[in-house]
T-cell receptor, first 115, second 116 residues
Framework: DVKVTQSSRYLVKRTGEKVFLECVQD?????MFWYRQDPGLGLRLIYF???????EKGDIPEGYSVSREKKERFSLILESASTNQTSMYLC??????????????FGQGTRLTVV | AQSVAQPEDQVNVAEGNPLTVKCTYS??????LFWYVQYPNRGLQFLLK??????LVKGSYGFEAEFNKSQTSFHLKKPSALVSDSALYFC??????????????FGSGTQLTVLP
């Protein structure tokens, strides 16, 4: 089974802190994604990566950055956390274009609270 | 631009009755369509997908979905609901971004409650 693992289930951080959310997948997938989930808004894409060291902005990249130094790991960075970044963060991975199954697989989520 | 609409925030159904969760989409070209389910404080689990072929797609846990190209819909269905089906359901459409990756655009979600 595909496994996508997020390093923390719950985090509480202070305003202004630098926050790292880590995600690891074990299926050699090319693509990795970070979403945030808020009630009534569904999932919104923050950033994604289609290869090591490659990244593209999603719909809501402001206030976030990402890092992908190894194929299996994709990190989301909040440079200076703010209360409006309190949310559920979901990581996902999927195969590259033309590589079989098209569905994405999700981690368990990290519920981040910024106080 | 691609978009997904789930017109109902909440669907309630009695156990044993059929259920339908509605989804409509807008995308250029042939759509890749997905349904995911989320249980409380958990990530999303893949239920089923439509890529091509038969308009009726069968997935996990007895769920199925009907692709209707003329109505641009992809409604999720189950003939007989269980209390354990109570969860948040998301419809999504897949599209290629800048030729680099296939990414998903999600609907806002529908909370399904199955009443005993």
């Amino acid at each position: 089974d595909v496994k996508v693992t997020q390093s923390s289930r719950y985090l509480v951080k202070r305003t202004g802190e630098k926050v790292f959310l880590e995600c690891v997948q074990d299926m050699d997938h090319e693509n990795m994604f970070w979403y945030r989930q808020d009630p009534g808004l569904g999932l919104r894409l923050i950033y994604f990566s289609y290869d090591v060291k490659m990244k593209e902005k999603g719909d809501i990249p402001e206030g976030y950055s990402v890092s992908r130094e190894k194929k299996e790991r994709f990190s989301l960075i909040l440079e200076s956390a703010s209360t409006n970044q309190t949310s559920m963060y979901l990581c996902a991975s999927s195969p590259g274009l033309g590589k079989g199954n098209t569905e994405a697989f999700f981690g368990q989520g990290t519920r981040l609270t910024v106080v | 631009a691609q978009s997904v609409a789930q017109p109902e925030d909440q669907v309630n159904v009695a156990e044993g009755n059929p259920l339908t969760v509605k989804c409509t989409y807008s995308v250029s070209g042939n759509p890749y369509l997905f349904w995911y389910v989320q249980y409380p404080n958990r990530g999303l689990q893949f239920l089923l997908k439509y890529i091509t072929g038969d308009n009726l797609v069968k997935g996990s846990y007895g769920f199925e979905a009907e692709f209707n190209k003329s109505q641009t819909s992809f409604h999720l269905k189950k003939p007989s609901a269980l209390v354990s089906d109570s969860a948040l359901y998301f419809c999504a459409v897949s599209h290629i971004s800048s030729g680099s990756a296939r990414q998903l655009t999600f609907g806002s979600g529908t909370q399904l409650t199955v009443l005993p």
